[in-house]
């Protein structure tokens, strides 16, 4: 069963628009959540970590994390074509250091 | 601070033969760790080491095996190489404190005929 689950998309929006993507994990004992972008033929480049309930922004982005319902979210504002990519949750779980990575949701910016 | 490097960038193997792939971290971060991407199961951890040692082992057969230098570059190598083992390698360094970032490498592209 898989640990980490992301809609796959793919997910379009229009440029300057808010894309929304979303995770949930099912390891209530995870500690550590990152999300990484992925370009096509590159590696994850990490975007946001978070760690303790609520929000934390950066820039034009924006993570959320509910450890009570499981779930991590990660908002992006003013969305521009360059975005496009697939953007990777990541979980960390107990006294372990490896990341548990969930499908990857494929997002275009249109412009 | 130079980022996480790894050689070769490409490789092109047959079946049966084996692979070593290097791994340098950022200065200063003691842990490695390593992950296969491939189209069908994503991302997944492979093993991680910190200060020469394997601290963590992912689900992979035992032709998947690594070591750590003193200066903390890592290599991993694939013995009697599949077809199935063609992916995207990555590393991907960290402080190796619990909660630490890891930050990935270009990654090695195997492909296996």
């Known amino acids: 069963q898989k640990e980490v689950e992301q809609n796959s998309g793919p997910l379009s929006v229009p440029e300057g628009a808010i894309a929304s993507l979303n995770c949930t994990y099912s390891?209530?004992?995870?500690?550590?959540f990152f999300w990484y972008r992925q370009y096509s033929g590159k590696s994850p480049e990490l975007i946001m970590s978070i760690y303790s309930n609520g929000d934390k922004e950066d820039g034009r982005f924006t993570a959320q994390l509910n450890k009570a319902s499981q779930y991590v979210s990660l908002l992006i504002r003013d969305s521009q074509p360059s975005d496009s990519a697939t953007y990777l949750c990541a979980v960390t779980s107990g006294s372990a250091r490896q990341l548990t990575f969930g499908s990857g949701t494929q997002l275009t910016v249109l412009p | 601070k130079a980022g996480v490097t790894q050689t070769p960038r490409y490789l092109i193997k047959t079946r049966g033969q084996q692979v070593t792939l290097s791994c340098s971290p950022i200065s200063g971060h003691r842990s490695v760790s390593w992950y296969q991407q491939t189209p069908g199961q994503g991302l997944q951890f492979l093993f991680e080491?910190?200060?020469?040692?394997?601290?963590n082992k992912g689900n992979f057969p035992g032709r998947f095996s690594g070591r750590q230098f003193s200066n903390s570059r890592s290599e991993m190598n694939v013995s009697t190489l599949e077809l199935g083992d063609s992916a995207l390698y990555l590393c991907?360094?960290?402080?190796?404190?619990?909660?630490?970032?890891?930050?990935f490498g270009p990654g090695t592209r195997l492909l296996v005929l």
């Open positions: 390891d209530r004992g995870s500690q550590s």
């Open positions: 080491y910190f200060s020469e040692t394997q601290r």
């Open positions: 991907a360094s960290s402080l190796g404190t619990r909660e630490e970032t890891q930050y």
